[in-house]
């Protein structure tokens, strides 16, 4: 959630208290013990999970429940309330399917269909199903590339749907759905010509379409909804750097280029920095929001070179340390202020989940389903690696989800909800 301005320092107990009433209202609505996880990466988009105190070490006998999914996918479970989200594909892309669990025992509440005739095509590393789905409360929204966008209320009831492209090129998307206030936004970068598109949430409406100009590769990220002393930007990571929009009205706001393409790895917001890796070999950098135009020479606050392998998850910051890990598991740790490097090691594993932060600690799981708890600091302190057993051929790509002191881990075949019984 985005931060809000600041309010008038004296206020009567009546205003406190529908301040508080109107602030605090979503979260009411799904009961007042609720965690809500509603998007790609929690509230924020940026994997800070502030809730009842996570496990940090499990195995086997920690599985409180496991479902076997219909079709295969790389999204991540998102919820509201006890009702939790989740995507997948069958047939070649030709069938998509939005679920809804039960977040206690994994139960199927609903499920809905959506057929595709001509699919777009796909790497081997993603899936017809990767973007998350996001959810307001009232409804829920799943985005599946040529396939179209579409909207449910939390029963499963059709609200809307509407196509956004074709999305050419041999890479499919990635890019998840988020709600800014009334709108709907969705990062529509492809091979070719590219755009970011904002929908009215309750019609589907189309309100705006900004042109991103013309992608050599396609684009992957997710945006972010941040707030500055002045506005509210909504920023993208892309194959040429990070951009930022007006929410309202669509205009690019500002730019600064980044150090090398694919952009897949989404930013972090942190003590009023944007902390960027770039997807392919390149500087991880810093910047400071705000601004007009080009902002590479006066916004970027500092940048250190990366290990030259590719980067898909996203960085995390927790405290003063900003953490990043790439596909092959080398993991480093930044100075957030300097971005000197404070240490880098091997962690086996393939990686391409994001982390998560929980209770000053970092959550992250490898390919194989191993989950890593990382305590964040100037040097390598694994507190604990956390296997499910032996899953066969299952692949996890997904980002781990904390949600009610549980996690939810998801693999291309099965949802898994580890916690303590």
Request: aromatic share 10%.
């Amino acid at each position: 959630m985005p931060a809000t301005p600041n309010l008038p320092f004296v206020h009567t107990m009546k205003q406190t208290a529908a301040i508080l009433l109107i602030c605090f209202a979503p979260y009411l609505s799904a009961g007042a013990a609720a965690e809500n996880w509603p998007r790609f990466r929690g509230p924020t988009g940026t994997g800070h999970y502030v809730g009842t105190a996570l496990p940090t070490q499990w195995g086997p006998k920690d599985i409180l429940w496991r479902v076997a999914l219909k079709g295969e996918g790389h999204s991540s479970v998102v919820n509201w309330g006890h009702r939790i989200f989740l995507t997948a594909a069958a047939d070649q892309g030709r069938t998509r399917f939005v679920f809804a669990f039960d977040a206690r025992d994994g139960r199927l509440i609903w499920e809905k269909t959506i057929s595709c005739d001509s699919p777009e095509k796909t790497h081997s590393m993603n899936s017809f199903a990767t973007p998350t789905c996001a959810t307001d409360g009232e409804r829920v929204v799943a985005f599946f590339d040529r396939a179209g966008i579409h909207c449910f209320d939390l029963d499963g009831k059709p609200l809307w749907s509407q196509s956004l492209g074709e999305f050419p090129g041999p890479w499919g998307i990635a890019a998840s759905p988020i709600f800014a206030g009334d709108r709907v936004i969705q990062n529509c970068d492809t091979k070719g010509a590219s755009c970011l598109v904002a929908l009215d949430k309750r019609t589907g409406k189309i309100l705006w379409r900004t042109s991103r100009g013309e992608k050599p590769m396609g684009g992957w990220s997710t945006p972010i909804e941040i707030r500055t002393s002045e506005r509210s930007e909504v920023v993208i990571n892309s194959e040429q750097g990070l951009d930022a929009y007006d929410p309202v009205t669509g205009k690019r706001l500002w730019n600064c280029r980044g150090f090398n393409g694919r952009g897949e790895p989404m930013p972090e917001f942190a003590q009023g920095l944007l902390f960027v890796v770039n997807g392919k070999v390149g500087d991880v950098y810093a910047v400071r929001p705000g601004g007009s135009g080009d902002v590479s020479d006066t916004h970027r606050v500092w940048h250190t070179p990366r290990p030259k392998v590719r980067d898909i998850s996203s960085p995390i910051v927790v405290g003063d340390y900003l953490f990043a890990i790439d596909m092959k598991g080398s993991a480093t740790t930044y100075d957030c202020r300097s971005g000197k490097v404070l240490w880098s090691e091997r962690i086996p594993g393939a990686f391409s989940a994001s982390p998560i932060e929980a209770g000053g600690l970092i959550y992250i799981n490898n390919e194989a389903g191993e989950t890593l708890v990382i305590r964040p600091g100037p040097k390598l302190d694994v507190v604990a690696r956390n296997s499910l057993g032996d899953l066969g051929k299952e692949l996890f790509r997904a980002s781990p989800v904390p949600i009610g002191g549980r996690i939810f881990l998801r693999s291309n075949r099965a949802l898994y909800c580890v916690g303590a019984k």
